[in-house]
């Protein structure tokens, strides 16, 4: 991975990956798990805080926990991937919800994975290294 300069100028080398959901506790072990493995994390409760961090930094990777409503929750993916300056970002949507419509639905929205709870943790973190070196932004 190439190092990166965030709106500070200063150069970073780990992935930054936005994690977003609002489960509290949910975003908490996901920020934990991602600092634990080495990546740099922001946490934000809903869209609007979302897409401004996005848009105010280069974020590798969007990981998002949606719940219901989940046309809300994708509402968010479309409005980052069409109106923000690095709106290319990988989206990873996450959900407890494992019916096909809703991962067309995801994918229609501009996701660019799609997985379904309980995560496998053990391989996450390659996972999520891999989606980001094979997404391009």
């Not at 660019?112 to 999520?128: A, I, Q, R, S």
Request: charged share 25%.
């Amino acid at each position: 991975m190439t190092p990166r300069k965030d709106s500070l100028n200063i150069e970073k080398t780990r992935p930054f990956v936005i994690v977003t959901g609002e489960n509290e506790e949910g975003r908490f072990m996901l920020r934990s798990l991602l600092e634990l493995w080495g990546f740099e994390v922001a946490e934000t409760a809903d869209g609007p805080a979302s897409v401004a961090v996005a848009a105010n930094h280069s974020p590798d990777l969007i990981l998002m926990d949606v719940t219901l409503p989940f046309d809300e929750s994708l509402k968010t993916v479309s409005f980052i991937r069409t109106h923000v300056r690095n709106g290319n970002v990988p989206f990873v949507v996450v959900s407890g919800f494992s019916a096909q419509e809703m991962k067309d639905a995801a994918v229609s929205h501009g996701a660019t994975e799609f997985l379904v709870k309980p995560l496998d943790f053990d391989g996450l973190p390659d996972y999520l290294t891999h989606v980001i070196e094979h997404s391009a932004h």
